[in-house]
């Protein structure tokens, strides 16, 4: 059983369309995350959501917008793709209980994005 | 904001040399963790350290907390093929649920 899986796994597009990326964890897990990964391996986190609320909206632009139905699922869509936004996009969860604000980080596999 | 500065960026180790890097952060830390990605993969965790000093083994890795919770490392006995790929750590410091990564150690294994 697969813990965090992504659809899909590659992305090829042109600039200017508009995509959407889905995420799916299976853990019970009550935060959710996504990740960009660029070309020099470098993790940023651009926003996390904990019981469908969104907690953490880093600096990214408002052409991507963040959604989840439910504590399961966090997708991502993203409108006017540009060159810069080709990457590899992780899709994480995490339980936040305890002594910590947060947990160990399921990653998912990925979705490379290639914009044309 | 919160940065984690890890260092080095690369490392090629002939097989059965010991490996390490090193985190920084510039401020105090609630928390660390360790993930590593393979080439192609996705980030795995490995583990967490939350005590000031904290020194924790898994087989040939050994990591530590800095006494002050800004700093940490992971080392790396008798380095195998199968340790390649690259190592982050990434640490939170405060009570949001946002983690900082390092840019990461690639390390390479000639056998």
């Known amino acids: 059983d697969t813990a965090v899986s992504q659809t899909p796994k590659y992305l090829v597009t042109q600039m200017g369309n508009d995509k959407s990326i889905k995420c799916e964890q299976n853990?019970?897990?009550?935060?959710m995350y996504w990740y960009k990964q660029d070309s020099k391996k470098f993790l940023k986190i651009m926003f996390s959501y904990n019981n469908k609320e969104l907690i953490i909206n880093e600096t990214v632009p408002n052409r991507f917008s963040p959604k989840s139905p439910d504590k399961a699922h966090l997708n991502l869509h993203i409108n006017s793709l540009e060159l810069g936004d080709s990457a590899v996009y992780f899709c994480?969860?995490?339980?936040?209980?305890?002594?910590?604000?947060?947990?160990?980080?399921?990653f998912g596999p990925g979705t490379r994005l290639t914009v044309l | 904001g919160q940065q984690v500065m890890q260092i080095p960026q690369y490392q090629h180790v002939q097989e059965g040399e010991d490996f390490t890097t090193y985190c920084n952060s510039s401020t105090t830390l609630s928390n660390i963790q360790w993930y590593k990605q393979r080439p192609g993969g996705h980030p795995v965790f490995l583990i967490q350290?939350?005590?000031?000093?904290e020194v924790k083994k898994q087989k040939r890795l050994t990591f530590q907390f800095g006494e002050a919770k800004k700093n940490s490392s992971l080392h790396i006995t008798a380095t195998q093929t199968t340790d390649v790929g690259t190592y982050f750590c990434a640490g939170s410091g405060g009570s949001n649920y946002k983690l900082t990564f390092g840019k990461g150690t690639l390390l390479t294994v000639n056998p």
């Open positions: 994480a969860s995490s339980q936040v209980s305890g002594g910590t604000p947060w947990g160990e980080q399921f």
């Open positions: 350290l939350v005590k000031s000093g």
């Open positions: 853990l019970g897990h009550d935060t």
